[in-house]
């Protein structure tokens, strides 16, 4: 969890940020999201040739916000002076495959060159586990930043990650102690 992923290698420039969304209850930008964006930010000016950003993230139907996690991000960019022909709005994806599948549609369209574009995903240290194995079962080659997360914000976000994982691989789960359970019943009959 520690591993410094701050410094992503610039040398070979992104064409694209990709920012992951996080659940957004109100019309203000939650701090674990303003962290990815701030992270963002960071790349985008530290880049020479200012690569596209992709926000992604849909509306939250239990949020009290009529705008999308994408809508809110791309206020937060226009306010920290990104300018708006460098910000790709995706605003369909609920969960983290989703903000990965419906991206790389955008990057397809937007993306004329012969060759792969390179990618950075922007995401929260605690994310990146589930970010990488999603990612990787996509066949996303891409690279990654974490964004640093609040001290008192990281464990609940952990947790949440955790059952995350469980809950993607529940069939899996569900097979295993299924197997269990009639091996264990076998033994007694």
Request: glycine content about 4%; charged content about 25%.
């Given at each position: 969890m520690?591993?410094?992923?701050?410094?992503?290698?610039?040398?070979?420039e992104?064409d694209f940020l990709?920012?992951m969304?996080n659940?957004?209850?109100t019309?203000?930008v939650p701090p674990?999201?303003a962290?990815?964006?701030?992270?963002t930010?960071?790349l985008?000016?530290?880049?020479?040739n200012?690569?596209?950003i992709?926000?992604?993230g849909?509306?939250n139907p239990?949020?009290?916000?009529d705008?999308s996690?994408a809508?809110m991000?791309?206020?937060?960019l226009?306010?920290?002076g990104i300018?708006?022909?460098?910000i790709?709005v995706?605003?369909?994806?609920m969960?983290?495959i989703?903000?990965?599948?419906?991206?790389?549609?955008?990057?397809h369209r937007?993306?004329?060159k012969?060759?792969r574009?390179?990618?950075?995903?922007?995401?929260?240290?605690?994310h990146?586990?589930r970010?990488?194995?999603q990612a990787?079962?996509l066949?996303?080659k891409?690279?990654?930043?974490?964004?640093?997360t609040m001290?008192?914000?990281?464990w609940?976000?952990?947790f949440?990650?955790?059952?995350a994982?469980?809950?993607?691989?529940?069939y899996?789960?569900?097979?295993?102690?299924?197997?269990d359970?009639?091996?264990?019943?076998?033994?007694?009959?």
């Amino acid at each position: 969890m520690h591993r410094d992923q701050k410094k992503v290698n610039m040398k070979q420039e992104a064409d694209f940020l990709l920012v992951m969304g996080n659940k957004c209850m109100t019309e203000r930008v939650p701090p674990i999201l303003a962290s990815r964006l701030n992270k963002t930010i960071e790349l985008f000016k530290a880049s020479a040739n200012k690569p596209q950003i992709i926000v992604s993230g849909g509306r939250n139907p239990h949020s009290l916000s009529d705008k999308s996690e994408a809508e809110m991000m791309q206020e937060y960019l226009l306010e920290a002076g990104i300018p708006a022909n460098h910000i790709i709005v995706e605003e369909k994806a609920m969960n983290t495959i989703q903000n990965l599948e419906f991206s790389s549609i955008k990057i397809h369209r937007f993306w004329s060159k012969e060759t792969r574009p390179r990618v950075i995903i922007v995401t929260s240290d605690y994310h990146l586990p589930r970010t990488k194995l999603q990612a990787k079962k996509l066949g996303f080659k891409v690279q990654y930043a974490s964004a640093k997360t609040m001290s008192m914000l990281k464990w609940p976000a952990m947790f949440r990650e955790f059952t995350a994982l469980l809950w993607y691989d529940r069939y899996v789960i569900a097979i295993v102690v299924g197997i269990d359970v009639l091996y264990s019943l076998s033994l007694y009959i």
